[in-house]
């Protein structure tokens, strides 16, 4: 009786120590190793919404038919309506 006794409690603590290992490298892999500050994050965020409050998309170099600003070509606005209505 006394063996069985020792058997039942190694076999016990051996289950006990797997379950603890197991835990522990479940909740260690689950960790966020990169985690940002969060207040860094909330702040870049405010600084793109101030500067760009209408989520508008940055044009460089907007595609305009004929030329520039002060040009007009009647054929061209003809063709750009066209396109637009069919």
């Given amino acids: 009786m006394t063996t069985q006794f020792v058997t039942g409690r190694r076999i ?3 289950l006990s120590l797997s379950i603890a290992a197991i835990g522990l490298l479940t ?3 689950c960790a966020d190793s990169g985690a940002k500050d969060p207040a860094d994050a ?4 405010q600084e793109e919404l101030l500067s760009n409050p209408m ?3 940055q044009m460089d170099d907007p595609d305009l038919t004929g030329g ?3 040009d007009f070509h ?4 003809q063709r ?3 396109n637009a209505l069919n």
């Fill in 12 to 14: 016990t603590l051996a």
């Fill in 27 to 29: 909740l260690g892999a």
């Fill in 42 to 45: 909330s702040r870049q965020r």
């Fill in 55 to 57: 989520a508008a998309p």
């Fill in 68 to 70: 520039g600003f002060g």
């Fill in 74 to 77: 009647d054929k061209s606005f």
């Fill in 80 to 82: 750009d309506v066209d």
